[in-house]
T-cell receptor, first 109, second 114 residues
Framework: RKEVEQDPGPFNVPEGATVAFNCTYS??????FFWYRQDCRKEPKLLMS???SGNEDGRFTAQLNRASQYISLLIRDSKLSDSATYLC??????????FGKGTKLSVKP | GAGVSQSPSNKVTEKGKDVELRCDPI?????LYWYRQSLGQGLEFLIY????????KSGLPSDRFSAERTGGSVSTLTIQRTQQEDSAVYLC????????????FGDGTRLSIL
């Protein structure tokens, strides 16, 4: 079983839609969790951290369920510019990050 | 300020040759990471340097891969006797302390093995 698993998609949604991505992780000792965004042929960039209490940044909401080892990202009112691959990322206790393979989102006009 | 700089941006070489990839992290960042990303795949962790501590080499796929970080700054990833499956984008990232986010990524080196 991979340490971080995501649905690869693609998710094809119209502008204005709400879309949710899920991610599961296998190492219960994982310390911290993040969502990164990667545009085509570009480097990954941090989108947001994920906190146990859930956190929101504008149209983006991240949730963590430690008991189920499950992370989610919700995007409301999708924009064309949200089209990208969203990477679920887990921080190991050793200090290195483990990346999921990513979920591809395509927002259409 | 300057971000993470990687060189070369593209490298094409013949199978069996050795290659060296360079990463110049953001000044003052103590943590440096190497990843690789094959076409259509996620990022694969390779190696992690933190200050003067022994590097975490747990992600290196074979003994043909090695990395150094001199003076706590510039890092070189070396691949010996390259194979076609080594073709990928090699990404370097740095952060200002262990595990701290965000990791700032360089643009990567696109390695193609013929």
């Amino acid at each position: 079983r991979k340490e971080v698993e995501q649905d690869p998609g693609p998710f094809n949604v119209p502008e204005g839609a709400t879309v949710a991505f899920n991610c599961t992780y296998s190492n219960s000792a994982s310390q911290s969790f993040f969502w990164y965004r990667q545009d085509c042929r570009k480097e990954p960039k941090l989108l947001m951290s994920v906190y146990s209490s859930g956190n929101e940044d504008g149209r983006f909401t991240a949730q963590l369920n430690r008991a189920s080892q499950y992370i989610s990202l919700l995007i409301r009112d999708s924009k064309l510019s949200d089209s990208a691959t969203y990477l679920c990322v887990v921080l190991r206790s050793q200090g290195n990050l483990i990346f999921g393979k990513g979920t591809k989102l395509s927002v259409k006009p | 300020g300057a971000g993470v700089s990687q060189s070369p941006s593209n490298k094409v070489t013949e199978k069996g040759k050795d290659v060296e990839l360079r990463c110049d992290p953001i000044s003052g960042h103590t943590a440096l990471y190497w990843y690789r990303q094959s076409l259509g795949q996620g990022l694969e962790f390779l190696i992690y340097f933190q200050g003067n501590s022994a590097p975490d080499k747990s992600g290196l796929p074979s003994d043909r891969f090695s990395a150094e970080r001199t003076g706590g700054s510039v890092s070189t990833l070396t691949i010996q006797r390259t194979q076609q499956e080594d073709s990928a984008v090699y990404l370097c990232a740095s952060s200002d302390r262990r595990g701290y986010q965000p990791q700032h990524f360089g643009d990567g080196t696109r390695l193609s093995i013929l």
